[in-house]
Structures are given as structure tokens and as C-alpha cells.
């Protein structure tokens, strides 16, 4: 069972909010909103916060944007993971990663199939690494990235977390000459 060792200091990780869709405005983007304060809340810096569009060149503009930012470690995005023909973050950020976390998407799935069953069959949810820095592609739904945040990224992007986390691996992640598409780091 995993657990928090408080012999290790907690080391916050910049982390950029991105909001994928064609309607939200800050004013209303609630998901977004929970993410923000989620992770403030658990001593991270929210070191951006954007709305893009459902559009593959605006989502990979974006998103390599930031892999080439020093100052962002980490891109959490929301919106865009569902079947419709506008939902097309997967697909935007599997041709920016150097690398999937495939257990990511496995593990959401599990446990939002705890709350809200079958329905999990439509998530696209998605992670990756790219130049070094973490992409996470949730659902559009608060709740949605309350699961996530609560039950899994808290955990990873905590250095604290035992036996292994995030945190850890992020001095490593550019090694074997993976520099990203399109990154500068």
C-alpha cells in the first residue's frame, strides 16, 4: 500500500491548466477552476491558465508552448476526451508525447467505473511525457477531475508519496535523447 513519508520535503511542481472547448469562458469554467484550486490547495504553483479550443494545431500550439517553457513541469487539460467529433484531445496530445503513460487511462477508467459504471467507456482520458514535462488529458466534467486530482495526480505529483511517484523520475525524464517534438528543453 502506498503512503506519505514525511521525512521528505514536499518539492511543489509548476503546473499549467489548460481547457479544452468551444464554449467555456474563465468566467465559467468550473473544471478548470476546481483544478486550479486543487492543486494551490495542496501547495503546487499554477504557473498557467488557458482556454483553447477543440482543434488539433491550436491543442499541439499549446501544448508544445509549454514543453518548451522551463517555468511549466506539468500540463493538466480538460474537456475534449469523449466519442463526439469535436472531442479530439487524445489525438492532439498522443502526437505530441514521447512516451504514454498508459496506466494513467487504465487506472481512471477503474476508478470512475467505481462511481459511475459502464459510463467510464466513454472516457478518452490520457497521459504522457513530452520534453520533460508531464501531460494529463482528463474529462470535461468537475467531477471528473476531482477523481483524477483525489485519487491519483495528488499522489504522483507529490514527492512525499511512497513507494514511487512523479516527482522523483522528473530530473530523468530527458534521458536516451528524448527531447520532446517540437521542445526545446
Known amino acids: ?4 513519508d514525511e521525512s521528505r ?3 511543489p511542481v509548476n503546473i499549467a491548466v489548460m481547457t479544452i472547448s468551444d464554449t467555456r469562458k474563465l468566467s465559467d469554467d468550473k473544471s478548470g477552476d476546481l483544478l486550479a484550486q486543487r492543486l494551490d ?3 503546487h504553483k499554477l504557473a498557467a491558465r ?3 479550443r477543440d482543434d488539433v494545431p491550436e491543442i499541439t500550439t499549446q501544448l508544445s508552448s509549454y514543453i518548451n517553457d522551463e517555468a511549466i513541469d506539468c500540463v493538466i487539460a480538460t474537456g475534449g476526451t469523449g466519442l463526439t467529433g469535436r472531442d479530439v484531445t487524445p489525438e492532439a496530445f498522443r502526437s505530441v508525447f514521447d512516451k504514454e503513460i498508459e496506466g494513467f487511462g487504465e487506472m481512471f477508467r477503474f476508478l470512475s467505473f467505481q462511481k459511475i459504471g459502464t459510463s467510464t467507456l466513454q472516457s ?6 513530452a520534453g520533460g514535462t508531464y501531460l494529463f488529458a482528463l ?3 468537475p467531477s471528473a477531475c476531482r477523481d483524477a486530482w483525489d485519487d491519483l495526480l495528488i499522489h504522483q ?3 512525499r508519496h511512497r513507494p514511487c511517484n ?3 523520475i522528473m530530473p530523468r525524464l530527458r534521458e536516451g535523447g528524448l527531447a520532446g517534438r517540437g521542445s526545446g528543453k
Open 50 to 52: 488557458v482556454i483553447v
Open 41 to 43: 490547495a495542496a501547495g
Open 1 to 4: 500500500m502506498s503512503a506519505s
Open 9 to 11: 520535503a514536499f518539492i
Open 157 to 159: 505529483l507529490d514527492y
Open 139 to 141: 474529462p470535461g466534467s
Open 166 to 168: 512523479f516527482v522523483e
Open 124 to 129: 478518452r482520458a490520457v497521459a504522457g511525457v
